[in-house]
């Protein structure tokens, strides 16, 4: 630090401070609040993103009060129902989980993991955060906004979303809901390059890109993607904010509302859909591979194997997110765009199904004869091979085209992708928060507490979930806030409704329990040690537990072995750590 | 232990639970069994994958829990055994696919003998359209929208004078005869789903969307609404009633005609 060419003659004076004291933040708002620290910020993350997570959670319960007792609740009008759905999904698939797995867990993660000081621009990756919040708040303002926030759905398909019989159509719901994506966008740009820099340039000596964990490989490569991704969305916001401020027609073809012909003319509103699944689809992925990458991970660690099949995992994962940008029209199949286009995305769609599958098996090969603790990362692990199964393999029932037909915008589909992209990759969030949280403060989550959460949401979410397929294959649609009576609809199915009502409020219950243990173990916890898991990766091998700024002491790491070195024969323990020299180098 | 065996409980449940459900789909009222079959072999093919990788993995649970002096085996890659898995696990795939995509390029071809008629949806109605004697639709604009011309016919247009315009009443269909049925919407996305059906499409204002399928037997169907529109998105609803060949023409003389509702 401070070195500078020189060119002779020209008197440099020489620093009066060591750069290390410039380098290292002084004060209490530098270090926990405009902190530059990548670990820092990924707890920042982290936290905004459970916070606002569990408005989420509220939002579902009032949902599932109106599916499972119609009538009951005065305030859960129509309007009301539409508008805790839209911010349900919303708030799930972007502010928690896409903040979440790539802020949170991508910024504690990834210097940690490779050997590096911290993110290659800490000071843009400060402000990441800080946007992020300004972009959550911004959402949150809608709910006081005149006239509440959007009911559009999450998908905001035009014209619905800014015409005035859709709630916060013609209110502010919908202008603070585009301009809150386009902040969230713009946050995340600002990390994105900053995690993508850091893995490619910052790694420490040693650590090529095939001795990374999966856990790196799955952030990097979402994370890849969604600056890829992100850009749609973002156009489609700001066309879609021009049409409702502007009136210009982008998305607005001529119409006719209430009786009222409109001055809108000559847009197409499947151009939103097009560039709203050109984004959603790899928005998926960008949820799930992160979740790929961590759950190998938790596997190995906890049934003492090496991964199964390294290279291959690699490979899908890279094959995954490459092909998630050609299948996005597989959520258009019955949009009335061209017919043709379904034998086209059906059989990409069902090709991904393929390096997915290879992920699975090799996620169970690595079971198989390991050496398997029961741990609560090890278990959430579990629960999420048995729930995100389920859902992939629904999801080729929804991806190959004519049997999507009758299944589509029914309750199929909203059980389809909870199981596979709410309740899995959840699991392996909280499989991850079970493994990590030791780093991050030194002690240990309650176990007993925690064995609890996970039954409870385990078999919960499976209860929930599970037979919400069969409403749909019934034929009862999704987005009703009440089926009422319907011909084809037998009593059964309203009690299944009260049911699953039921048991979502426990669910919810449960999640409580594990915030209570968040904050109790703080304090309480059994003291971790800096590698409670006998792990190899390079996070459990810091100097200090917590790590400190600029993670790693004096001198970085330097690593000799791929990530997976556990129960190595011949050698002394069961995991060998990836900065272990070799037997013949040791001094 | 424990654990296993509450995984096995799951994969059996839930098969347990596939056969004793009492929701199952509406019986089908069109020609597109094939849909069904597709997706009964969906359920098989995807029913065995599930409970062998939730057998496997509670299997391995119960055998390679931890115990003293256990030790996992380190072995990083097999070759032969992931080529094998992607070989059988591709063969599956396309074994849904392949007849997939053949009923779809049916659902896609529109017989030739196929009547057109139309379905028109608005915020929360629908109506319809159904061709007159010369058996032709006529053209329509948005822009010509009013309240004596509430699906916005073209005047005009000579093949729409004797069209059929049923504002808020019931859809009747004869039975056994294709119908592709054309889709419009004047304010916002809709889609007019029947489930005995099948078949739906969505209705894009700007556009004119369409399926086709052939009625197979006699009744009255409700329709609904099957992508949101607005707060009266679950009120959207329609019935279709479909008759013998007479009761459709005997039901049909007592409607009226474009031409015959523009001279009121």
Known sequence: MGDVAHTAGTAVPHDDIDGAELYHPHSWLTKYVFSQDAKVIGVQYALTAIAIGMVALVLSWLMRLQLGFPGTFDFI??????????????????????????????????????????MVFPYVNMLSYWIYLLAVLVLVASFFAPGGPTGAGWTLYPPQAILSGTPGGQDWGIILMLLSLCLFIIGFTMGGLNYTVTVLQARTRGMTLMRMPLTIWGIFTATVMALLAFPALFVGAVMMLLDRLLGTSFFMPALVEMGQQLSYGGGSPILFQHLFWFFGHPEVYIVALPAFGIVSDLIATHARRNIFGYRMMVWAIVIIGALSFIVWAHHMYVSGMHPWFGFFFATTTLIIAIPTAIKVYNWLLTLWRGNIHLNL???????????????????????????????????????????????APVMVIYGALYHWYPKVTGRMLDDMMGKIHFWVTFLGAYLIFFPMHYLGLLGVPRRYHDIGQTSFVPDSAHTLNAFISVVALVVGAAQLLFLFNLFWSLRRGKEAGPNPWNATTLEWQTPETPPGHGNWGRELPVVYRWAYDYSVPGAARDFTPQNEPPPAAAP | ????????????????????????????????????????????????????????????????????????????????????????????????????????????????????????????????????????????????????????????????????????????????????????????????YVPEFRAKMDMIPGSVTYFWFTPTRTGTFESLCAELCGVGHAVMRGRVVVQTEEEYQAWLQGQRTFAQLAAR
């Open chain 2, 1 to 192: 232990m424990a654990v296993a065996l509450i995984m096995v409980l799951v994969a059996i449940g839930s098969v347990v639970f596939h056969w004793l459900s009492p929701w199952w789909w509406t019986p089908i009222a069109s020609n597109w069994e094939y849909i069904d079959q597709t997706l009964i072999i969906t359920f098989w093919i995807t029913g065995i994958a599930f409970v062998a990788v939730v057998g496997f993995m509670a299997w391995c649970i119960f055998r390679y829990r931890h115990r003293p002096g256990q030790q996992a085996h380190y072995e990083p890659e097999n070759k032969r055994l992931e080529v094998w898995l992607t070989v059988a696990t591709a063969l599956g795939v396309a074994a849904m696919l392949a007849p997939g995509l053949f009923v779809w390029s049916q659902f896609v071809s529109v017989p030739d003998d196929a009547t057109e008629i139309e379905v028109v949806g608005k915020q929360w109605q629908w109506s319809y359209r159904l061709p007159g004697e010369d058996g032709k639709l006529g053209t329509s604009d948005v822009r010509l929208i009013s309240d004596t011309n509430p699906l916005g016919l073209n005047p005009d247009d000579p093949n729409g004078r004797d069209d059929v315009v049923i504002e808020a009443g019931d859809l009747h269909l004869p039975v056994g005869r294709p119908v592709k049925v054309l889709l419009r919407a004047i304010d916002v996305l809709h889609d007019f």
């Open chain 1, 77 to 118: 009008d129509p309007a009301a129902y539409y508008q805790f759905i839209t911010m349900h999904g919303m708030i799930m698939v972007v502010y928690l989980l896409t903040a979440l797995f790539l802020g949170g867990f991508g910024n504690y993660l990834i210097p940690l993991m490779l050997g590096a000081r911290d």
């Open chain 1, 377 to 423: 990362p090890m278990l959430f692990a579990l629960g999420f091979i048995v729930t995100f199964v389920n859902g992939g393999l629904t999801g080729l029932f929804l991806g190959n085209v004519v049997v999507d037909v009758p299944l589509s915008d029914t309750m199929f589909v909203v059980a389809h992708f909870h199981m596979v992209m709410g309740v």
